[in-house]
């Protein structure tokens, strides 16, 4: 075959007219300064013959994928007849939704009725039977066939309606009409073709990344592994694919990646990304490069650009990036926060923002200006509005006839996490509220209310400190006793990054660099290399001997030794750290990981400052507190009583001290004759 070869290049302009579209949450503060060349063939797209992709024998037929896989809650509560909720599942290319399963649950105050189904054309795909308010139909099993939805660009679009037969107006009133489908699950037929450009390597379902390093991957090797798994971990949120760090000899091919994921290989080379074995079974994508060359070529990815990519093969010249906001006022609008809820009796919006998102620099607190419209409220009408912050209340106020919102309030810092909700708990009560001829209150928030970022205070401690202290850009330091510490971090920076708004950028450097730095850094090593800096993490010693950071310092000797994540305040240096350590073997940290990973909500499921496990294997999430220190800044809210933090550290002890104890009874007994 005969073709021809040329170069495009990609500027600021297109990039720019197309960003609403391709860059995701990227939002209007985007200045991209992407320049790609591009190479491609003129032969016509390998995609209609492109080859399937390997199937587990298994699922060869279909596929069952939880709605939590796909990125949706797996649960919904309809309220009300004849009131939607709508959801989309992501659709895979070269396949199609067959069936929805899950449970439905007996209705409250319905009466005899069904669940419809639809598509977005309106089309009746199926019903689901309300089921009896009798013991034995608590919760009731249900498989339909949804084959017939048309699919959409997003994917395939489902409206979910409860019917149910004629009910007077005074039967109806007062009823709090709820029905609730849980553990649901969509089943998949068809065969994922390969792909064959680089626009569609990373489809919209992705359950695993295996990313495969040499050997002795240097640190530009490195980093840009920990790029990759970052922006793909945001990208894919709240999809948790399994991101995985794979180590082979330079030169070598993977192994073919199955359906529903993907293989990726990084080496030093010829800067390059390119899609190797392109339309064919044994595909995977090649990132090569020399020096920060190599992280460079991920800019497409981690700018949401890919879409661009068109081709088989594309070199990045000029690494692309986004604009931090550059005031400390943002809008709703430009920080994409909208909603409008309409009430009867009562109603609850929910709307939020990533701390991260209020730009770089630590924060402090935020002031509000809280700007909506609602439905005019009659004299003899009675309405309310009261706003929580993360589940405290902030703000509340009658709804009068001025049918608008104008008010300023601050949330201090003690109500901050990493994520900030807003609650809109609204009430309205209609003078006659039986009446056939009420109408609801509708309520909307306005665009042009801002939020106002305070900055300064102490660094944060806990887990519950990053990312938005790991951004925009934090370092990474290995000691390199273990092959497996680029695949813990990995791990770790892929459960942080999903939790997070905007792009993390690792940089990485050596132990005693990250330190000693005043910039936020993920740490992996053992506890002799940290007992060699000045860090002073809560949990700490070597081998047998561990050391418990109290106000009076705890020791004991624990057999086999501790392996744990800590995340704590380097206040001298007014940062935090993230320490992936051990006083033991590397594989203690290995059962953490795996705790991270089950938890419902990740990283944002860990509630105090140090993840632990002993030999067993046990687990325990726990708060240790060094209590009053002259060296060290209160941290926000106070800092927990002494008798308290020595309390935590005893049952800690206890924990891995009985895990211990059990572990070498077990292998006493296993090796007896």
Not at 7 to 16: L, V
Not at 463 to 492: H, I, K, R
Request: net charge negative.
């Amino acid at each position: 075959m005969v073709s021809s070869r040329h170069t495009h290049e990609i500027g600021t302009s297109s990039a720019r007219a197309r960003r609403k579209s391709l860059g995701g949450n990227a939002g209007p503060a985007l200045r991209l300064l992407l320049a790609v060349l591009l190479t491609c063939s003129l032969a016509p797209p390998l995609t209609a013959n492109a080859d399937p992709l390997i199937a587990d024998p298994a699922t060869v037929n279909e596929l069952t994928l939880p709605w939590s896989d796909l990125g949706l809650n797996p649960s919904m509560t309809l309220v009300g007849a004849n009131t939607n909720q709508d959801f989309t599942i992501p659709l895979q290319p070269g396949t199609s939704v067959r069936r929805l399963r899950g449970l439905i649950h007996a209705p409250i105050d319905f009466g005899a009725g069904f669940v419809e189904i639809d598509d977005t054309m309106g089309t009746v795909l199926a019903t689901v039977e309300l089921p009896a308010v009798v013991p034995a139909q608590a919760t009731v099993p249900f498989d339909v066939d949804v084959s017939a939805a048309k699919p959409t660009r997003s994917g395939i679009a489902l409206s979910f309606t409860v019917r149910e037969g004629p009910i007077s107006q005074e039967q109806r009133c007062g009823r709090a009409e709820q029905v609730q489908l849980s553990d649901l699950a969509a089943v998949f037929s068809g065969n994922e073709p390969a792909p064959t450009t680089l626009a569609e390597f990373f489809p919209p379902i992705l359950q695993g990344l295996n990313i495969y390093a040499p050997l002795d991957a240097d640190g530009s090797e490195q980093q840009a592994t920990l790029t990759l798994a970052s922006a793909v971990a945001k990208t894919y949120a709240p999809q948790k694919p399994a991101i995985r760090v794979v180590k082979q000899r330079r030169g070598a091919t993977p192994p073919p990646a199955p359906q529903f994921t993907r293989a990726v290989v990084i080496e030093s080379g010829d800067a390059a990304i390119d899609v190797v074995n392109a339309g064919k079974s044994d595909v995977y994508l090649k990132l090569a490069g020399r020096g920060d060359q190599l992280a460079d070529q991920l800019s497409p990815i981690v700018n949401q650009l890919q879409s661009l990519l068109q081709v088989a093969k594309a070199r990045v010249d000029a690494a692309g990036s986004t604009t931090a906001p550059v005031s400390d006022e943002l809008s709703f609008g430009q920080l994409n926060i909208a909603g409008e809820s309409t009430v009867l009796r009562t109603s609850k919006l929910t709307v939020g923002v990533d701390r991260s998102a209020l730009g770089a620099g630590r924060v402090n607190g935020v002031q509000t200006h809280l700007l909506a419209n609602y439905t005019p409220v009659a004299s003899l009408d009675s309405a309310s509005l009261m706003v929580r912050a993360n589940g405290h209340v902030v703000y509340t106020t009658p709804l009068n006839d001025s049918g608008r919102v104008d008010a300023v309030f601050d949330v201090p810092s003690e109500f901050l996490t990493q994520r900030i909700d807003f609650e809109f708990d609204l009430t309205f009560s209609p003078r006659q509220l039986c009446s056939p001829t009420i109408a609801p209150l509708t309520f909307q928030l306005d665009p042009r209310s801002t939020l106002t970022t305070k900055r300064g205070g102490p660094a944060l401690g806990g887990f519950s400190a990053v990312p938005s202290e790991f951004s925009p850009e934090f370092l990474v330091a290995f000691d390199g006793t273990n092959p497996n510490e680029l695949d813990y971090a990995v791990q770790t920076v892929a459960a942080i990054a999903r939790t997070s708004g905007t792009a993390m950028m690792p940089r990485v450097v050596d132990v005693t660099s990250a330190a000693e730095s005043t910039t936020g850094a993920l740490i992996l090593a053992n506890a002799a290399t940290i007992g060699e800096t000045s860090l002073q993490p809560p949990v700490g010693g070597e081998s047998t001997d561990v050391r418990i950071d109290l106000s009076t310092q705890l020791r004991a000797d624990i057999d086999g030794g501790l392996g744990s994540i800590q995340a704590f305040a380097d206040q001298p240096r007014n940062r935090t750290v993230i320490l992936v350590t051990t006083s033991g073997t590397w594989s203690l940290v290995e059962p953490i990981l795996g705790y991270i990973t089950q938890q419902p909500g990740g990283w944002s499921s860990l509630d105090g400052n140090v993840v632990v496990a002993g030999a067993a294997g046990v687990v325990d999430d726990l708060s240790i507190d060094p209590g009053p220190s002259t060296s060290s800044s209160p941290q926000d809210g106070g800092g927990w009583p002494t008798g308290l933090a020595v309390g935590l550290g005893c049952v800690a002890l206890a924990a891995v001290v009985a895990g211990a104890v059990l572990w070498r009874s077990r292998r006493r007994d296993a090796t007896r004759p």
